[in-house]
Structure formats: C-alpha cells, structure tokens
C-alpha cells in the first residue's frame, strides 16, 4: 500500500514539474517576445528609407566629386544603400518566425494545435523566409549591377576603375537571374514553380573547365 | 593688521590669475587644434567632438566613457577615418612616409600656408563589461610656413599609438515626481606610445642639411586616463548633463619655450583638458533628433575660450544618419550610411584649425569606415 502511494506521490510531483516547466517556458517565451517587441519598434520601411537616401546621395556625389578617393568613397555608399534597400525588402517579406509563434501562443481562440496545423504554419514560414531572401538578394543584386554598369560607362570614372566596375557589375548580373530563377523547395511547394536554374561548374580534364548554368522551364 | 593681510593675500591671487591670463597666450605660441582627436571617429568629427551627451549610438563611448552603460553593441569593429580630399592623402603620406625634401614642401605649400593631415585608426573589441581599443596610428602633420620674405616651416609630426582600455557604470537612478534622473560614470586608461617632431627649420636648411638630422622623431611613453560623468532623464523639460576630464596624467603638454615663437603647441588633444556637455535628444515616428552643447576648458575647468564652444546635431533614420556642428572655427556637415558590417561616412568642413591666426577658414573633406565583425 505504501509502495503504490509512493509511486503516485512520485508521478504526481513529476507531471506537476511537467506541467509547470510547460507553464514556464510558455510564460518565459511570450514574456521574452514582449520585451523584444518593445525595444524593436521601429519603422518597417526605415531601411528603405535610409537606403534611397545614400543611393540618392552616393550617386549626386559621384558625379559632382572631382578626387578619385571621394569617387570611390562616394560608390561605397550607393553600395550600402543598395544593400539596405535589400535589407529592407527581406525585412518587409520576411514572415518574422519569432512573431508568428508568438500569435500562435496567445491566439485565447485556440487551445491545440493539430500536427497539419504547425506543419502547414512551418512550410509556411520557411516558404516565406527563402521567398524573401530571395527577392532581397534579386533585387539588391540587379541594382547593384545597373549602378556599377553606370558608374563604368555614363559616369566619369578612372580606366582602372571602369574595368573593376564592369566586373562587379557582371558579378551582381549573374547572382540577379541565378536569384531570379532558382526557388527553394519550399519555395516551390508554397508558391509553386513557374521557372528554374542550376548554375554547374566541373573540370572535364586538366586543361578543360566548363561553368554555365542550365535553364529549365517547367510548363 | 587682519584686514590687510587678507587684503594683501587677496590682491596677490587677483594679480596672479589676471597674469595668467594675461600670459596665457605666451605659453601658447601657435595653439593649433585639431577635430579629429586620439580615439576620435568620423562621428565625433562630424559632431565636432560635441557629443558627450548623445547616448545608445556606436560612437558614444569615444565622446564619453559615461556614456558605457548605454551602449549595447558586442564584438569587434575595426575603423579608420581622416582627411580625405584633393591632395590631402598625398601630402600626409608623403611628410609621414617619404624623406622630407625641399621639393616636398615647395609642393605642399604651393596653394596655401598652412597645410594639415589627420588620421585616426583603431581596433575595438567590446562586451557588456568593457571596451578594449588598440590605436595604432592616430597620424598628424602640421607644417605652418611663416616669413615668406625668407621662408620657415613650423613641423609638427606625431604618431600616437595607444591601448585603451574603457568601462562605465550606471551609478544611480532618481525618480521624482517630474523626472527620473540617471546617474552614470565611465573611465578609460590607456597607454601610448607618442613619437614625435615639433621642430622649425628654413627651407634653405632643407637645402644644406640631410632631413634626417633635421627632423629627429622623439618618442615619449606614458599611461594616461580620461573620467567621465552623465546625468541622464526622461523628461523634455531638463537637459541632459556631462562632464569630463580628458588626458588626466599627460606628459604630453607643450614643451616649447618663450623663445621659439612660432613652434606648434596643438590644443585638446594630447593636453589635459576638460569639458561640459548639455545635450537634448528627440524621438519621432520618423528619426530621432539629438542635439549638443560642448564647453572645453583647459586644464581641470581652468580657462575657457568662448571660440571653441561647439554646437552640434545629429538625425538618423533606420540606417542613415545627418550630422552638423558649428562653431567659430569649425563648421561641419555629415552624411554617416550604415549597413551589417560596413558603414562610411563622408563630412564636408569649413575649418581654421590655426583659429585667429589663419586668415581664412579652409574647405576639407573627411572620410570615415566602419568594419563590423
């Protein structure tokens, strides 16, 4: 009789921990996200803000400086507003894991969630983040190319400096339509997939090294 | 008998103090100061070094040690900043890096009379308890050519290197019925090493003498320290406060005598020197505005020149950031762009860093480069 008491008393305190580290945890994540809520507000467009502004910025001062050390300085800053410009268009698509857990957790509407329920809320999320990771770098990638085209060919810049331009901006051409094209697997789950490409690069002998990239489209 | 005495006491420290204030300049033959200071940045230059009072930013620290608690940032950050226009990297590289000829200088002072270089550069390595910085070159030219009938040059060449070691705390919070007030304090100890020539020369002795027998470079160690104190509030109606005491235990003063007239002696930079601050910061739905007030003074709170009270601003937005700051000698105006791990910042100045003794303020552009690791 004993022995059976002391057994329930056991798996009672055990399922009482349980429940509480549940309660806790639970408490501990909203609490943290609160937190976390109040120190980041900020305005959601304010990176694209801030990167118009030094595109706009970098671009008058390319034209209007006369020393090749402010020219480059001034093309570091239409980078890094391009970058922000980016930045801010991940910030503005991305589905923000951290905020969409939380709404689950004080959604008061819903007690469970089936396992279709958070799977469906899972490939949503990462469908979301890898759309919006791509469309950053897509865009970010063919400005970045049009402004080194321009800094290369319509702006007044340096001879050794128009080559590395042109350089850098076929750089950025290549990531935009590898960017533009390839979707992730959950990308193409959530959204569907429309087109595709796989860049390839192999040595097929010593001398022989092939790169390229294969176009697919799916009908 | 008791009266005179203090009569005769108090008239004695009267007499002193209007001497020295008299000779003030005197000690000072050419007081040259400088906008980009030891552990300065493009931001503090842009502010001109008015900014001891603008907290939560990258820069804060290096305007104020108080300012510590209020930084957030970890990690490493590597950051150079200096004179970046027309001729300014040539010359500087030049007088620093090449044997100084007559030739040289004739190129230097082909445009104007006094031609100056700064730069500043240092790794910092920061956690929620310290900041660790190591400089190794805060780099300044100055050449000053004076009598033209038969030209001199006025030199002074340093290079600084120091580790700097910073931390603060929050001392105390005071919350009354229309404010809470915040207390903090912050100190930075370092040791540098300061190689240097503040010498005079003709240019025909450029001609007759190698200039390595001209200009000696002279090398001086020490540790030095700088304390800070911030009085913080939530509340529009009071001003935010600070106080400073730079350099405390430099043996960097001047040490040029009476006779050489026109031998350098650079201002608020490796000298003991103080300041108050008095600063108010607005946040907007759209950018948050900070404004500042910096009062230096020389010594411990000793004399204060009215020309370099320094008023600054500062907007930012996201990633972006204004700055301004005007003075007598000083006027600036900023752009500061900021991404993950790379920021640059680009100020256009009017500047007389010779203050009355320079006919004319001159144009400069400097440039700033953050690496975030």
Redesign the interface.
Known sequence: MMRHFGRFLFFSVFLMGVTFARNESTRFYIEQNRKAENIFQ??SY??I???G??FL??NI?YVLSD?G??KL??A??QT??I??IG?GIYKLKSPNVDASFYRMLTDNRIKYYSKEAIADRLLEILAKEERAKRLSLLYSSAFLATQYFLNATVYASEDKVENIYMFLGGINVIIAIYMGLYKDDSEKFYFGDDYDISPFAYQEDKNNFSTGAILTFRF | MIKKIIYMNLSKIFLTIVSLLCFYNNAFPLAITHQLRPNGNFDTLALSNACSTIVGTSFSVRCNPALFPYSKGEGVLISASGK???DS?DNGRDLIFSPITEELIRKIFQQKNFNTFTLNSDFAFKTSVLEISYSPYYLLADLYLFNPAFPEVSLNLINHESLRLTSGLEVLQLPTAVAKFIFSAGASVYYFEHSYENTVFSLFDLTTTRPENLIKMKSRYGVGADVGFFLDNNSLLFPKLSLQIKNINSTLEDDSSENEAIIQAPQFLFDTYSTIGIGEKFQT??GRFDLSCEIPFSDYFFLVSPAQIMFSGRYS????SVLGSAGKYYQNVG?R????N???G?TYSREADMGAEQASMEQA?Y?G?DIIL
């Open positions: 900020y305005n304010e990176n803000i801030s990167g502004a030094a910025i970098g001062g020393s050390f402010l300085s001034y570091a800053i890094i507003g970058i922000n930045q | 970046s226009d027309g990297i739905a759209y937005i996201g990633l972006f752009l762009f900021d991404s993950k790379f920021n640059i680009i552009v440039t480069v």
